[in-house]
Every structure is written in C-alpha cells, then in structure tokens.
C-alpha cells in the first residue's frame, strides 16, 4: 500500500494557530459566543442545503451561501488561525453530502478529493485548510476515503478577485495529479472545496481527474458564492 503524503512542515504562524488551538477557550465561529464552534442561532440562520448552478462543472451541493455568520465562520477558518474550526465546519458539509450520496452515484464508499491549496497558502496555514476538512468529516464513517490526489504549481496566484476567465487562466497548466494518491479506478469521486465562486476551480479539477480515468460525481462545499440569486 502506498504511504500518504508527507505532511508539510508548519509555519511559525501555523505553529501560533496550533497553540492557540490548545490555549484559547471554545467560541462560535460564526457569532463569536462562548460555547461550541458553530452554536445553534448561526445554524438556524443556514437553512438546508443548495444546489448552486454550474453551468459545465460536476453537480454542485453547498451547505450554504457565503454570508453571515457562515462567511465569517469559513475567512476565521481559512484566514485568522482558527482550527478548531475544522470540527464544526466539516459537520456542516455532512448534509450537502448526504444530499450527493442521494444522487445516482449511489450510497456505497466514497472518495473525497479536496481542491488544493497554493503551497505557500498551505504553508501560511498550517497545512491544507481543506484537505484538514476532509480528514474531519471522513472520521468515524467507514465508507468515506480521503485521496488528495491534486496538487497546485507554486506559480498559481491567490484567486482572490479574480474573474472566471481569469480563475481559469490561473489554474491551467498548474493543476497536477498525484497518481500515488489517486482513488481505484471506478470510485465514486466527490470534490470538496470551502467555497465556490465561478466553478473555475471546481471544473478544472474535475478535468484533472478525467485525464486520470476517474470520473466526478459531484462536489460539495461549505458556501455558495455564485453571483445567482439567493
């Protein structure tokens, strides 16, 4: 069997974020109240989950759009150190893929692909903010199996900003497969990504699969941030 990936090595700021893990007491990340990561007012404010509509990409499932206390929840995550985030945040991305394992891909074991971060993104991180989700959601479920397969060039840019042109642009001839991390031929495939703005990233990870033979049966994410109307 193959060993996974090595892990990278943290950053100073990756190592604070950790410590702070450890030293900080619990607060939702959505409203900042004492208590668990993500409390019951912010998740009363989520509704179910979304199909946001992505014209040439794989089907898409959010667990909700990009506002409130779910924005703040993801940039704390992403952006200001918060990992014990990880927790709360991948239980939200439970019900968007309750609702893709429901589709014709079936109900048997599934593989998640997580979109892959800029190296020096990562390493500002603390590690792939999204690949840490995954691993969170894929515990204590049997049928669920992490394969991150698809690595990003050094030269991509923050997409922050940018259009889906633009998005596109960036991404080509920087997207790699990783085959020691692929999944077996014929898995069902789920992408998983924070948030979803153009599809940019979404499609092009999908077609880096496809050049591997392995089809995408649909991706989930924390939030929709397509410009459709809510």
Do not use: F
Request: with cysteine; net charge positive; hydrophobic share 45%.
């Amino acid at each position: 069997m193959t060993s996974p990936p090595a892990a990278a090595p943290l950053s100073t700021r990756g190592l604070l974020a950790a410590l702070l893990d450890l030293l900080l007491p619990g607060s939702c990340g959505g409203c900042a109240a004492p208590g668990p990561g993500w409390c019951a007012g912010c998740a009363a404010q989520l509704g179910p989950p979304l199909w946001p509509v992505l014209p040439g990409g794989p089907p898409v499932v959010a667990a909700g759009r990009y506002r409130g206390p779910l924005r703040t929840a993801v940039l704390a995550y992403k952006e200001r150190g918060r990992r014990d985030l990880a927790g709360p945040l991948s239980a939200l991305l439970a019900g968007p893929l309750g609702q893709a394992a429901a589709s014709p891909m079936g109900s048997g074991e599934m593989w998640l692909v997580p979109a892959p971060s800029r190296p020096a993104a990562a390493r500002a991180r603390g590690g792939d903010h999204v690949l840490r989700l995954c691993r969170h959601l894929a515990r204590g479920d049997p049928r669920l199996h992490v394969a991150p397969a698809l690595r990003l060039g050094r030269r991509a840019r923050d997409s922050v900003g940018l259009d889906a042109a633009a998005r596109a642009a960036n991404l080509a001839g920087r997207l790699r497969v990783d085959a020691r991390a692929l999944p077996p031929a014929g898995a069902a495939v789920i992408l998983v990504d924070d948030v979803v703005t153009t599809g940019a990233t979404l499609r092009a990870c999908r077609a880096a699969l496809a050049r591997a033979d392995l089809v995408v049966t649909a991706a989930v994410v924390l939030a929709d941030a397509t410009t459709r109307k809510a």
